[in-house]
């Protein structure tokens, strides 16, 4: 579990593709603080155990699912991620929960400053509409991010300078691709929704969540 607060961005120091995998290096500090075998770390979004490490990297096994599902199939020497070790129990959850289970990958389609922010519109797949909500979390590269704006198709959210800085989100550009993890308590809550025979509503009212039990 995460909080898509991003630690520190490493860099990809090796990419070595298999038949149906690949063995990534990370370079890094802040992550191998107390690393161990076995860690979870979020690269990207993406939930990936550690299988080694040394002074200054670790190393990943990334499937092909992921591969496929994701934007790391894309990384190469030299790319930037966004790095973030597991929740401890205790710590500040600075963000939302994260799960590191990233759901579709989207195209940046336009980036626009408007004063400090910069307003950033990401194709969202129609599967994870449903899960999509004004003010609501969503993960973008393992970043926490506030929905600003929705239309059909796509979301918009708005990029402060410090996450510019700190984050991989800063050096992007139009026709990016970004790992896109939907609010974890909002598939929870539509699951239980269509399990109960009760389809989800984009126009939720109090009349419609007292009539289903809720109040």
Known sequence: MFTGIVEEMGVIGNLAPGQSSAALTVEAARVLDDIRLGDSIAVNGA????????????????????????????LQAGSRV??????????????HLVAGHVDAAGVILSLQDNGIATEMWVAAPGELEQYLIPQGSVTLDGVSLTI??????????????????TTTLGGKKTGDLLNIEADLLGKYVSSLLQRSGVQPKKDITTDWLAENGFM
């Open 47 to 74: 939930c990936l155990t550690v299988t080694g490490f040394s002074a200054g990297s670790f190393t990943v096994d990334v499937m092909y699912e992921t591969l496929r599902k994701t934007n790391l199939g894309r």
């Open 82 to 95: 966004n790095l973030e070790r597991a929740l401890a129990m205790g710590d500040r959850l600075g963000g």
């Open 148 to 165: 600003a704006a929705l239309k059909e198709g796509a979301l918009m959210v708005g990029l402060i300078p410090r996450t510019r800085e």
